[in-house]
Each structure stands twice: as structure tokens, then as C-alpha cells.
T-cell receptor, first 113, second 113 residues
């Protein structure tokens, strides 16, 4: 079974631009969570989607948004990029929501200049 | 709010020795606690989950303990190998937000031959 895939793997943007990241969960998994990882803050939860609905949201500004499609694939969008948005963005999938074990993708490394 | 502290940012040990990593949490006792391994440039990989009513769990050379009185979990790697070198993350569920994991900042383990 293929693992979680994320595209693109690397991205360079400039301040003020917007970016869309994509995540394809493991086949059959219906829950997708997004995390931001930085050296200073570690891994921080952004949001979780299940059956195309956002179930949970972390403490991030409204510039961070996401959605999930009927095939469980998910996208996250960051608008009006700031330098501090430079991070590794990780997507994790699980079979159902409230699932204990999450399977992470390789991440998208975003650099904002 | 819940906070996780992984006491050592880095741990250097000699091959063959036992590595012991510490995870402390500050607030409520979680229903379970997880340990993940993360290699550079990759997403975290799930290793072990231990529930609040379990004192100890083992998987091959890995052992995890969970002490709800001390609000602490210990993660042991016995007979460590250079291939065990990685960052190890402790995670537990956010009580107010099911499906959301709170992560520690990790301990970077280096096993020298």
C-alpha cells in the first residue's frame, strides 16, 4: 500500500504570495491532519479533516486554511505569506477520525524569502 | 493547556549501550502516549503507543514506560546501533480536540560506533 504523499516536496515563495500544498492519504484513510514543524516551535497542529469537513483547528491565523475532497485528498493554503511561515508542513492520515495512530507523509519544505 | 517537555535536546551514546529518553507532561494525564521517530527530511514514523493503564510496553529492542503519578514516559532503546540515530518525538492527544496530537520538541539521539 502506498504511503502518504505530499506535493511539492520543496517550495520557495516570497512574502505576500500565497501557496497551496497537496496531500494524498493512504488508500482507504479518511482522516487527514496537517502540522507545521519549525526548529523553534516543533510540531504544531494546524487542522484535521474527515469526510470533507474540518473537525479540529489549531491555534493558527485565518491565513491558514484547508479543504478535503471526496477522495480524501487534502490541500492546505497559506495566503499572504510571512517569513515566519517558513517551515516543514506535514500531512498525516488515519483510517478514521479519533484514530490513535497517524501516518505521516515526507512533508513539504516551504521557504519564504 | 497541556505542555510536553522532552528533557534532552540531544543525547550521545556509544553503540551497544541503552539509550533512555524522557518525556514529561504538565497537565492532565492522557489516555495514551505515543513515540515517533523522525529522520532528517522525513515525516515522523509511529513506533509505540502506551495506554494510561499500562505500565510498560515492549517492541523488539524498544521499551516504553508510563508513570501517571510522575507524569512521565521513558523510552528505552537497548543494544543501540548507529542506525538508531534519529530524533525521537513524544506525543499525546489534546483532551479538548480529538484527533489532534500534541508533540514534544524531540530528542536527537546519536549512537556512535
Amino acid at each position: 500500500k502506498a504511503g502518504v504523499t505530499q506535493t511539492p516536496r520543496y517550495l520557495i515563495k516570497t512574502r505576500g504570495q500565497q501557496v497551496t500544498l497537496s496531500c494524498s492519504p493512504i488508500s482507504g484513510h479518511r482522516s487527514v491532519s496537517w502540522y507545521q514543524q519549525t526548529p523553534g516551535q516543533g510540531l504544531q497542529f494546524l487542522f484535521e479533516y474527515f469526510s470533507e469537513t474540518q473537525r479540529n483547528k489549531g491555534n493558527f491565523p485565518g491565513r491558514f486554511s484547508g479543504r478535503q475532497f471526496s477522495n480524501s485528498r487534502s490541500e492546505m493554503n497559506v495566503s499572504t505569506l510571512e517569513l515566519g511561515d517558513s517551515a516543514l508542513y506535514l500531512c498525516a492520515s488515519s483510517l478514521m477520525t479519533d484514530q490513535e495512530t497517524q501516518y505521516f507523509g515526507p512533508g513539504t519544505r516551504l521557504l519564504v524569502l | 493547556s497541556q505542555k510536553i517537555e522532552q528533557n534532552s535536546e540531544a543525547l550521545n551514546i556509544q553503540e551497544g549501550k541503552t539509550a533512555t529518553l524522557t518525556c514529561n507532561y504538565t497537565n492532565y494525564s492522557p489516555a495514551y502516549l505515543q513515540w515517533y521517530r523522525q529522520d532528517p527530511g522525513r515525516g515522523p514514523v509511529f513506533l509505540l503507543l502506551i495506554r494510561e493503564n499500562e505500565k510498560e510496553k515492549r517492541k523488539e529492542r524498544l521499551k516504553v514506560t508510563f508513570d501517571t503519578t510522575l507524569k512521565q514516559s521513558l523510552f528505552h532503546i537497548t543494544a543501540s546501533q548507529p542506525a538508531d540515530s534519529a530524533t525521537y518525538l513524544c506525543a499525546l492527544p489534546d483532551r479538548g480536540s480529538q484527533g489532534n496530537l500534541i508533540f514534544g520538541k524531540g530528542t536527537k539521539l546519536s549512537v556512535k560506533p
